[in-house]
């Protein structure tokens, strides 16, 4: 045998281990067949010797390195059990990877813990790729089903078994849940919402805690989920089989009942559950049995409203699921039934009358408790014709008592599946295709087996059968098609063992003959099997204990069971007396009444039998066994017509311990479950599988003569002779060479010893070269030691000659310095002489100076004393004027701060305590201006008096004087009187000089006074109006901050929202469109583009309807809720919704009044109340709820949010006093209040305006005039170069330029063409004075762009163009708007308020990018992975690097494109360069063309690296280089087109970076380093999954060690990790979308250049 060879030194094999099970060792010695033992080295460093006795006792060879952790089991070079076990093990403990594929099955290992490998990132990733693609999963195995069925419309089959424990069920939810995803809409739908209900309920009333498994399925399950023409789920059925109903009445130590019992009992607080009288668990018989009450980790009142929510969702009402809580709580109280015993013998039994748990058990059911107690202990009997009453014992009143307790739970776990089924029922036609999926029990072998398992195993054997001879008719199919000379496999068929079972007097036949006799018992049965299949026929597969008689052996294929035969005939039976099911018959409740009704007119029960009195009836009734056998042969049946997928599940611990491997049990699964004997089948053909191409890659080195790839099949026909002399180790096919097991590695060895041949001869010619070389280089190096060593000897004699030169030198330098010292040292002592004489001459001069300046000092103080003296006269003088002056400019500086003070009445009214201490100062002031004011009139007219006084003196003086020198002196009495009244004169007059002088200068002192107060309040308002605004602005800063970030997570909710209410709307459109069809049209029917948008009412002046029936007071479709856009308007996909508001007349539904008003008779599809319809209706009407509850709710939370930030700024000003600073802040504040005022202002015209609507329709029922309406309008301004549309042309302008716009003659428009034209339109009719027509004009375009959007959902240019439209539509009206034509003189505003319009304009705005982003991502899906990662754009690269075995392709598998078929990067440059085209001829703004490729290179980066985290092919060093290629070839094309500013590039790091970890060294540590210090954009999961899944596919690459992955692993767990923890990406992920505003330049209808291909030469120019 040619694998002897590969048995020399150093060669790794498999031992068998107690423990371990197998143990890998080394060859120390190379083997002979004359040696009898082999020398090993265990992996513990042990040697050890074992025996050989023949070639055939030898161990099994160790598969290569790298083939450790393989994918697929079958691609292992040598199959075997040690291969398998280790395989698994590796991946499963290494890898964390719990999915396996063997050949078309697939190994599950439950990990025992939670892992974020099964959300709809990950459902997407394999959603539509190969199953031979992707790494395993149980998504592989559903989506290879599902694409079956779509191709090959046939039936598929997923069969999940395994043991308790294994993960079936969790592997089952998972496998509905992607068929649930994939095969729905873009949303559930109600059909797959119910599949997937169906799982709580059944888990509730079906799955209980055992021993191996706290959630283990007691039933299996066949689940078919019906799929229509287009692969959408329609429907679905179940089937179960084998319920076990034993564990209702008992439980074994540390297991629970059903897992329902414990919800009732948790919820029995509740209010609606109090009158079922529950207790704890621990008080009920049938619940405390086990010992265990909860299960560490659940919430059983949690789970109880989570299957209450999944029967509302499946139509089940809460009056009947009361109804069902009550029979169960019932079956809790009949186990405390105390039924005791009477009689000298005990050969009686009764229940008290008072008994509680019976009452109300009677009470719960509705029936009578004393005939229910009386029946519990009798049986009635037919004796000779005579009915008798015959008493029972205690113990078979117990048994009556559990039987009818099982019998009832037995019924409504059937009535519960009639139930799921008849809501899962199909409804929208006939099931085109199924995708069944089989949960059901694996093989099982306990201490004590019984009737149980016995069937269980008898199931298994049949599907054991089934997937034997599946797998061989894929081997005999593989066979076929490549015209191979086979001989026929030998596999271990199973028949015989199923004919042990099911055959002639088989032991189903036994059995069930035992059971029809009338004094059958377990012990005659057991000699009935001894006697048939022990003594008369021996069976090779039926055995008996040596210790008992009471058991039997069966040889089953995974192992030998030993059944107990007690307990078999009465759970065959399972009947239940027929008097205790006519009381449950009579049932006052209708759900019991049903429960029991149903069956008798059924010659059989569903899940047991009823014993009645009657022999003849009784001999007619089915038994448990012969019903299984019938629903088995009937899933057989099923599985047979359709295409099987397996799912095997492993348990590896019993322990239940999170990533624990058990070698031993996880062994004894493998063997029972069939992996193995999948192995042995393909190991007994030819395993190993190459095509012509890869076999002719991998070993050309072994082939002689010419080589060429050309004819690579006829090199390997003729090579392999000469390889393998052996002719049946290998077999050639038509595509592909077949090697039996083993012969790759001899193979491999071979190429081995080649190679290490011609690395000898190269190692001697490069030894040889670089001995020549070294040589050379010694001799080389030899001369050129001898020239230094020359030339080192002449440079020290030429230093020496240089050091003599220099001591000359130093001499002769010496020798002058000491001569220069000296002349150095005379000349300083000379000039030091004569620096003394010459500073004695200096200070007697300087002596006679300072006398002459004393002198002249004393001359100049006299001098400037007296210029002093007479500079304070006129000083003096100068002061009292600059007085005056200055008094002058306070008075009038005083007047501009009163008018100051008058200008901030609002500065006043935040700084009150300030404006009265200001206002205080100012009273004062005011009132010491008037005190002084009077001081200086009384001043003033006190002086004119005494001057007048004076006057009068002085002349009376003078009169006097004169008289003196004219007369003679008068008499001396007379003089000195006249004397004495001038002196008295002259003082009043000299103090009331003082006394005004006295006040003026304290009017003065006042004066002041206030006014350095003045200038000290003026400095602190300063200060602290600084140090308040500064705080202000702070807080303004950070509130800005917090609502920004609030706004972007408000953005992106609503985005969701708003694509969840496009996609609702295009349901609800298919759903209509799919009623026009299926009803016949008897009367007119309204065209799409009458509808409106499904969350805005219908406008009248749509296009089927007239427009001459349109009023001034015609309804829009559009409400006017909030404040107009600012100068730029910021048009978000999370913006809230336009609030929509109900009509005043709108009693009943909007589209039903317009259409009576306009005498359209109502469509029968409208009028249809389908239930597809109303669901549809009601999904959009609760998603307009929400979206407008959204929109107030954030209204409510801007004004809160306003109130507070005023409320602090008041308070923070109130506690600031800086004037300077309170300045700039009145100024902010006097801006934002100014805006308030508009915005007030505008909410004050709307509500008019409602309000007028609102009294004109009234006026307009009595007197339709609108000429009062009209005349209170204000009057438009004229302006030109503007299109007037008559109002009988209005619908055929929309149906000319919009409607029957096609995409041959549109893209040859000028850009915006059609908005520009209605606009002029619009913009006419509002000047014209008709505001009604303009805004039903505007609002039946923005209804006509909107169907035109929604048919054109596959074209990107037509997209692009409405978009366009929309956009500058909705600029030109912000534009024109009253708000935005305030602030500009030259825009004329319309008068017509169109605010709802335009916000409507900004969503479709933002539905038009959506679906332009849809298209492409649908061009781009399939394009991406194929061209990204698959594509080989640098040639050659990865020509040599072929895997060392290639995992064989899949059947169903669709083949990948090869050659020029295939996609590259040149495919997904042409998509984007057609959206950048696209986008570029509408000139759409350059940050939206941004914004559109950050998405769609998102998108790329998504799909790609999800798709290289699941696929183990594509992480090698050679697809890294090409991968990072191709994405610099999409950043380079991103760069050309201007785009990277956007961020278009950066989203596409995670992608390149992935790409140099695939280059990057993985060995050392500061490799580990670089790479954690450079995948900054990767999470730690994507790090640690693509090292791990790191494939070397060439010789001259190492795969990566497991050390390497731990240091990586420590190393990234200590970095702060920005990135989600999340393995994959979110593809769906959207970004926020601005559309900016950009003013358009001045509109002009002489500008335009309108086509007559559009036929709107009806418009006329004004």
């Given at each position: ?279 704890p668990p621990e008080y009920f018989h049938y619940t405390k049995q086990g010992g265990e009450m909860q299960i560490p980790g659940t919430d059983d009142l949690s789970d109880l409203e989570r299957t209450r929510n999944a029967f509302t969702v499946l139509g089940v009402q809460s009056e009947q699921q009361m109804e069902l809580f009550r029979i169960l709580s019932a079956v809790l109280h009949l186990g405390n039934v105390n039924i005791q015993a009477s009689g000298r013998s005990a050969d009686r039994s009764y229940i008290r009358a008072d008994d509680r748990s019976l009452a109300v058990f009677s009470k719960l059911l509705g029936v009578e408790g004393s005939q229910m107690a009386h029946w519990l202990c009798s049986r009635r009997l037919a004796v000779g014709g005579e009915m008798l009453v ?884 204000p009057k438009p301004a004229a302006v030109a170069g503007l299109l007037e549309c008559r109002k009988r042309d209005e619908t055929k302008l929309i149906k000319n330029l919009i409607t029957d716009l096609r995409s041959e003659g549109a893209l040859a428009l000028p850009p915006g063409l059609p908005a520009s034209v209605i606009f002029l339109c619009v913009r006419q009719a509002d000047c014209s004075g008709d505001q009604a027509r303009a805004r039903s004009l505007c609002s039946a375009a923005l209804i006509a762009m909107k169907a035109a959007l929604t048919k054109q959902t596959s074209d990107l240019d037509m997209t692009a163009l409405w978009l366009k439209n929309f956009s500058l539509l909705h600029d030109l009206l912000v534009q024109h708007s009253p708000e935005q034509s305030l602030d ?71 083949p990948r494109p090869l050659g020029a078929d295939a996609p590259t990067m040149a495919s997904v440059l042409r998509q984007l360069r057609a959206l950048h085209t696209a986008l570029s001829r509408q000139a759409l703004p350059q940050s939206l063309a941004e914004q559109a490729f950050r998405q769609m290179t998102y998108l790329i980066c998504a799909s790609a690296l999800n798709n290289l985290l699941l696929r183990k092919d594509m992480c090698c060093w050679s697809r890294g280089m090409q991968i990072r290629y191709n994405v610099s070839v999409l950043e380079e094309w991103l760069r050309s087109q201007d785009l990277a500013a956007g961020g278009a590039v950066a989203t596409l790091e995670p992608l390149i970076q992935a790409a140099q970890l695939l280059q990057v060294g993985k060995k050392t ?98």
């Amino acid at each position: 045998m040619a694998t002897l060879e590969l048995y020399t030194k150093g060669a790794g094999v498999w031992v068998p281990d107690p423990e371990a099970v197998w143990v890998s060792a080394t060859l120390l010695r190379d083997y002979n067949p004359e040696d009898e033992q082999l020398w090993l080295q265990l992996q513990n460093g042990n040697e050890v010797h074992y025996s050989v006795d023949s070639p055939s006792d030898l161990p099994p060879l160790g598969n290569p390195d790298i083939l450790e952790g393989e994918n697929d089991l079958t691609a292992l070079s040598f199959l075997h059990e040690p291969a398998v076990l280790h395989n698994l093990r590796v991946r499963f403990l290494d890898y964390s990877s719990i999915y396996t594929y063997c050949g078309i099955v697939l190994v599950a290992i439950n990990p025992y813990d939670q892992l974020s490998i099964y959300g709809e990132e990950v459902i997407d990733a394999y959603s539509g790729q190969d199953m031979g693609d992707m790494e395993p999963h149980i998504f592989s195995v559903a989506e290879e089903a599902y694409r079956t069925m779509t191709r090959e419309e046939r039936n598929q089959s997923i069969i999940i078994s395994g043991e308790s424990g294994s993960g079936k069920t969790v592997s089952a939810k998972f496998t509905m849940r992607y068929f649930a995803v994939v095969g729905g809409a873009a949303q559930q739908t109600s059909v797959e919402e119910r599949v997937l209900a169906s799982n709580p309920i059944m888990e509730s009333i079906g799955n209980a805690k055992t021993t191996r498994n706290d959630n283990s399925s007691r039933f299996g399950k066949y689940i078919e989920i019906g799929f229509g023409r287009k692969g959408d789920i329609i429907g679905a059925n179940m089937r179960t089989y084998l319920l076990e109903k034993s564990r209702v009445v008992f439980q074994a130590s540390s297991e629970r009942n059903y897992h329902m019992f414990y919800q009732l009992c948790a919820a029995r607080e509740l209010p609606e559950m109090r009158s079922l009288k529950l207790e704890p668990p621990e008080y009920f018989h049938y619940t405390k049995q086990g010992g265990e009450m909860q299960i560490p980790g659940t919430d059983d009142l949690s789970d109880l409203e989570r299957t209450r929510n999944a029967f509302t969702v499946l139509g089940v009402q809460s009056e009947q699921q009361m109804e069902l809580f009550r029979i169960l709580s019932a079956v809790l109280h009949l186990g405390n039934v105390n039924i005791q015993a009477s009689g000298r013998s005990a050969d009686r039994s009764y229940i008290r009358a008072d008994d509680r748990s019976l009452a109300v058990f009677s009470k719960l059911l509705g029936v009578e408790g004393s005939q229910m107690a009386h029946w519990l202990c009798s049986r009635r009997l037919a004796v000779g014709g005579e009915m008798l009453v015959k008493p029972m014992t205690g113990q078979q009143a117990l048994e009556a008592r559990d039987a009818l307790a099982k019998h009832i739970y037995g019924q409504l776990f059937t009535w519960t599946v009639q139930r799921l089924n008849s809501a899962l029922r199909s409804q929208k036609g006939k099931t085109k295709s199924f995708i069944g999926v089989l949960d059901i029990y694996g093989f099982e072998t306990f201490d004590q087996n019984s009737f149980e398992q016995f069937c269980i195993n008898y199931a298994n054997e049949k599907l054991q059968q089934q997937f034997n001879r599946h797998v061989f008719h894929l081997e005999q199919e593989e066979y076929v098609r490549e015209e191979l000379a086979w001989n026929r496999i030998e596999f271990s068929d199973n028949q015989e063992c199923i004919n042990l079972i099911e055959g002639p007097l088989g032991i189903f036949d036994l059995l069930d003959e035992e059971c029809r006799m009338p004094k059958g018992s377990d012990e005659n049965w057991a000699r009935k099997l001894y006697d048939q299949h022990l003594n008369s026929k021996p069976h090779p597969h039926f055995g008996k204990p040596r210790m008992t008689n009471s058991a039997f052996i069966v040889f089953h294929f995974a192992d030998t069971v030993q059944y107990e035969c007690g307990g078999f005939l009465d759970k065959n039976r399972d009947t239940v007396f027929e008097e205790l099911i006519n009381i449950l018959k009579a049932s006052q409740s209708e759900l019991v009444a049903e429960l029991f009704q149903q069956q008798g007119g059924a010659p059989s029960v569903a899940n047991g039998s009823v014993r009645s009195g009657k022999r003849a009836a009784r001999e007619h009734k089915l038994t448990v066994g012969f019903q299984f056998r019938q629903s088995l042969q009937m899933l057989m049946d099923t599985l047979n017509s359709t295409t099987p997928h397996y799912v095997r599940c492993i348990k590896p611990n019993d322990l239940k311990a999170a990533f624990m491997f058990d070698p031993q049990r996880t062994v004894q699964q493998l063997r029972a479950c069939g992996v193995l004997e999948t192995i042995r089948i393909s190991a007994a053909g030819y395993p190993s599988r190459w095509t012509y191409e890869e076999f002719f890659s991998r070993y050309r080195l072994l082939l002689r003569g010419p080589q060429s790839q050309d004819q690579a099949q006829a090199s390997c026909r003729q090579a392999l002779p000469q390889l393998i002399p052996d002719t049946d180790q290998y077999c050639f096919g038509k595509t592909k060479v077949f090697f039996r097991a083993g012969q790759v590695a001899v193979l491999e060895r071979l190429r081995y010893e080649r190679l290490r041949v011609a690395a000898v001869t190269i190692q001697r010619h490069a030894k040889g070269w670089l001995a020549r070389i070294r040589y050379s280089r010694i001799l080389w190096a030899a001369a050129t030691i001898q020239r230094y060593t020359r030339g080192a000897l002449a440079r020290r004699r030429a230093l020496t000659l240089r050091y003599t030169k220099a001591a000359i030198v130093i001499q002769k330098t010496y020798r002058m310095v000491v001569v220069r010292q000296l002349f150095l040292m005379i000349r300083d002592a000379t000039v030091t002489i004569q620096a003394f004489t010459r500073g004695t001459l200096a200070r007697r001069r300087y002596r006679q100076l300072i006398a002459e300046r004393a002198a002249v000092l004393l001359q100049a103080t006299v001098r400037g004393w007296l210029a002093r003296w007479a500079y304070r006269r006129v000083r003096a003088a100068v002061i009292f004027m600059q007085c005056c002056v200055r008094r002058k400019a306070s008075r009038r500086e005083l007047l501009r701060l009163k008018a100051e003070a008058r200008s901030v009445e609002r500065y006043r009214e935040l700084n009150k305590g300030m404006e009265v201490k200001l206002m205080q100062l100012q009273l004062r002031v005011n009132q010491q201006a008037r005190e002084s004011a009077a001081l200086r009139g009384t001043l003033h007219a006190e002086r004119e008096a005494a001057s007048a006084e004076l006057e009068a003196l002085r002349g009376i003086i003078q009169k006097l004087e004169n008289q003196r020198l004219e007369k003679p002196p008068p008499s001396p009495a007379v003089s000195e009187k006249e004397v004495e009244e001038r002196r008295r004169a002259e003082e009043k007059a000299a103090q009331e000089i003082l006394r005004l002088t006295q006040e003026m200068q304290a009017l003065q002192k006042d004066k002041e006074n206030i006014s350095k107060e003045k200038e000290n309040l003026t400095a602190q308002l300063h200060e602290k109006e600084r140090t308040q605004n500064e705080c202000v602005q702070k807080a303004v800063q950070e509130a800005s901050a917090a609502l920004q970030s609030e706004l972007d997570e408000e953005k992106m909710k609503y985005q969701g929202l708003l694509r969840e209410l496009t996609r609702l709307e295009q349901r609800y459109d298919n759903l209509r469109e799919m009623n026009l069809l299926t009803e016949p049209s008897r009367e007119h029917r309204r065209t799409d583009s009458a509808q409106s948008l499904i969350s805005e009412p219908l406008s009248p002046c749509s296009t089927p309807l007239s427009p001459q029936s349109l009023t001034p007071l015609s309804w829009s479709p559009f409400t006017s809720t909030f404040p107009s856009p600012e100068e730029k308007r910021r048009i978000s996909v999370t913006s809230p919704t336009p609030e929509r508001r109900i009509s005043v007349w709108s009693l009943e539904s909007p589209l039903d009044q317009l259409m009576e008003k306009m005498d359209v008779a109502k469509d029968p599809a409208v009028k249809k109340k389908g239930e597809d319809l109303e669901y549809a209706y009601d999904a959009v009407r609760v998603a307009n709820k929400f979206l407008e509850s959204q929109q107030q709710k954030q209204q409510t939370e801007w004004k809160d949010e306003l109130e507070d930030l005023r409320n602090q700024l008041s308070q923070k000003i109130c506690s600031g006093s800086s004037p300077a600073k309170k300045r700039d802040l009145w100024q902010l504040l006097e801006a934002r209040e100014f805006e308030c005022m508009r915005l007030r202002r505008e909410l004050k015209e709307l509500r008019h305006t409602a309000t007028l609507r609102h009294l004109l329709t009234q006026v307009s029922l009595s007197a339709p005039t609108t000429e009062t309406f009209c005349a209170a309008r204000p009057k438009p301004a004229a302006v030109a170069g503007l299109l007037e549309c008559r109002k009988r042309d209005e619908t055929k302008l929309i149906k000319n330029l919009i409607t029957d716009l096609r995409s041959e003659g549109a893209l040859a428009l000028p850009p915006g063409l059609p908005a520009s034209v209605i606009f002029l339109c619009v913009r006419q009719a509002d000047c014209s004075g008709d505001q009604a027509r303009a805004r039903s004009l505007c609002s039946a375009a923005l209804i006509a762009m909107k169907a035109a959007l929604t048919k054109q959902t596959s074209d990107l240019d037509m997209t692009a163009l409405w978009l366009k439209n929309f956009s500058l539509l909705h600029d030109l009206l912000v534009q024109h708007s009253p708000e935005q034509s305030l602030d500009s003189d030259e825009l004329v505003s319309m008068t017509t308020d169109l605010s709802d319009l335009i916000r409507s304009l900004s969503v479709l705005c933002i539905q038009a990018y959506q679906q332009l982003l849809s298209i492409t991502e649908t061009l781009l899906q399939k394009l991406i992975v194929p061209a990204l990662l698959e594509s080989e754009t640098i040639a050659g690269l990865s020509g040599s690097a072929v895997k060392l075995v290639v995992s064989r392709k899949r059947a169903g598998s669709d083949p990948r494109p090869l050659g020029a078929d295939a996609p590259t990067m040149a495919s997904v440059l042409r998509q984007l360069r057609a959206l950048h085209t696209a986008l570029s001829r509408q000139a759409l703004p350059q940050s939206l063309a941004e914004q559109a490729f950050r998405q769609m290179t998102y998108l790329i980066c998504a799909s790609a690296l999800n798709n290289l985290l699941l696929r183990k092919d594509m992480c090698c060093w050679s697809r890294g280089m090409q991968i990072r290629y191709n994405v610099s070839v999409l950043e380079e094309w991103l760069r050309s087109q201007d785009l990277a500013a956007g961020g278009a590039v950066a989203t596409l790091e995670p992608l390149i970076q992935a790409a140099q970890l695939l280059q990057v060294g993985k060995k050392t540590d500061a490799d580990a380093q670089a790479i954690v210090r450079t995948c900054t954009a990767l999470s730690s999961k994507q790090i640690m999954k693509i090292l791990t899944l790191y494939t070397p596919h060439s010789d001259l690459d190492e795969k990566v060690s497991l050390n390497f992955i731990r240091t990586v692993q420590e190393l990234v767990r200590g970095r702060s990790d920005s990135q989600p923890p999340q393995l994959l990406m979110d593809v769906r992920r959207t970004f926020p979308v601005t559309v900016p505003y950009s003013p358009p330049p001045a509109l002009s209808a002489d500008d335009l250049v309108i086509p007559e291909s559009l036929k709107i030469s009806f418009l006329r120019r004004s």
